[in-house]
């Protein structure tokens, strides 16, 4: 199994187990995330060990080498001081060397392959963590527009605030049916000077009245928009 087969099957495992508890969007971003930042330590440490193994390889196979050089010298030799019998046994003990280097020729192409296959997937695997991150960003910014754009339009549609526009509508026509007494009152006539005063008392009842309510609505907003404060 590759390593994005297993991890697929982490990440799908896990979001399923999410979704049946309901959890948010926001959480699961954050796990794939993570799965894929734990998966990417763990394909780093498996490199790490493959690329120790490969030097370990070529290691042996310079040594297994050189002592094949060093047998063949032996034969040499052993030809030039006409002991056959001695030459006969260097070039066993080289074939046999030989061998042993062309085994550990087929393990190092194995574990270069290897080390190949996680190169790529270190490569895929980085891509796609780098664009998980961008996305979570951009979708971290609409998660947070949506929900101040819900708490708007719940402010709006808050039947609060249209008691409040109603209270604001009556005093207002209030005021004026009080101004249209007034002013009918002094048709035709001057205002005496307790009608002036009585006429300013009016006003100033209305003024207070308009002050405490705008003053009510804009507390009760205050907690409703902050209402950790209050607890």
Do not use: C
Not at 26 to 39: A, Y
Not at 50 to 69: N, P
Not at 106 to 111: D, F, L, N, P
């Amino acid at each position: 199994m590759s390593i994005f087969s297993r991890f697929n099957d982490i990440i799908h495992s896990n979001i399923n187990a999410m979704l049946e508890h309901a959890e948010d969007p926001e959480k699961i971003i954050r796990l794939v995330i993570q799965e894929m930042e734990d998966t990417m330590v763990e394909v780093r440490t498996n490199a790490a060990k493959t690329i120790a193994d490969q030097k370990t390889l070529h290691r042996h196979l310079e040594r297994l080498e050189a002592e094949s050089i060093q047998w063949g010298q032996k034969a040499e030799l052993a030809i030039t001081k006409d002991r056959e019998d001695l030459a006969r046994a260097a070039l066993a003990e080289r074939a046999r060397i030989q061998t042993a280097i062309g085994q550990m020729e087929k393990e190092s192409a194995i574990v270069a392959e290897q080390l190949e296959g996680l190169n790529r997937d270190i490569g895929q695997l980085q891509a796609k963590l780098t664009e998980a991150k961008s996305r979570k960003k951009t979708l971290d910014m609409r998660w947070k527009t949506t929900n101040s754009r819900l708490k708007v339009r719940n402010k709006l549609s808050d039947g609060r605030v249209d008691d409040a526009m109603l209270q604001f509508e009556h005093l207002e026509r209030k005021m004026e049916t009080l101004e249209g007494r007034v002013e009918a009152h002094d048709l035709g006539q001057e205002k005496t000077l307790e009608e002036e005063f009585a006429d300013l008392a009016a006003e100033d009842t209305i003024e207070q009245e308009l002050t405490e309510l705008k003053k009510r609505l804009d507390k009760k907003s205050a907690e409703e928009t902050n209402p950790d404060e209050e607890s």
